[in-house]
């Protein structure tokens, strides 16, 4: 099993930056997968981006191309999504998924991806 503790959240004013984090604990880290999910207010959870379980492969919805990048520490067990330019459109909790397979199109991360779940952390983008 895996333990995923999301961290960084908050409220910004449009065009500011964020760096989520995610810390994982349990099963081997590099074992998996990890994305990053959100659900914003009246909205389904969706997929925002992924990354492979080396760090190697990255995948982003075409919403936040150029502005989110995520990254993995095997290392300390920890992924991180930073987050620049950011948006109103962008207000909604944030989730840290771990899987164990690793797929290259985003049609493929649904919220039915992701064997182990964080909490969530809220980020409000504010005009």
């Known amino acids: 099993q895996v333990q995923l503790v999301e961290s960084g959240g908050g409220l910004v004013q449009a065009g500011d930056s964020l760096r989520l984090s995610c810390e994982a604990s349990?099963?081997?880290?590099?074992?998996?997968?990890m994305g990053w999910f959100r659900q914003g207010p009246g909205k389904e959870r969706e997929f925002v981006a992924t990354?492979?379980?080396?760090?190697?492969?990255?995948i982003y919805i075409e919403s936040v191309k150029g502005r989110f990048t995520i990254s993995r520490d095997n290392a300390k067990q920890m992924v991180h999504l930073q987050m620049n330019s950011l948006k109103p459109e962008d207000t909604a909790v944030y989730y840290c998924?771990?899987?164990?397979?690793?797929?290259?199109?985003?049609?493929?991360?649904?919220?039915?991806?992701?064997?182990?779940w964080g909490q969530g952390t809220q980020v409000t983008v504010s005009s």
């Open positions: 998924a771990a899987d164990k397979i690793y797929y290259s199109g985003t049609s493929d991360y649904s919220p039915k991806w992701g064997d182990y």
């Open positions: 349990g099963d081997s880290f590099e074992n998996y997968a």
């Open positions: 990354i492979s379980h080396l760090g190697g492969h990255t």
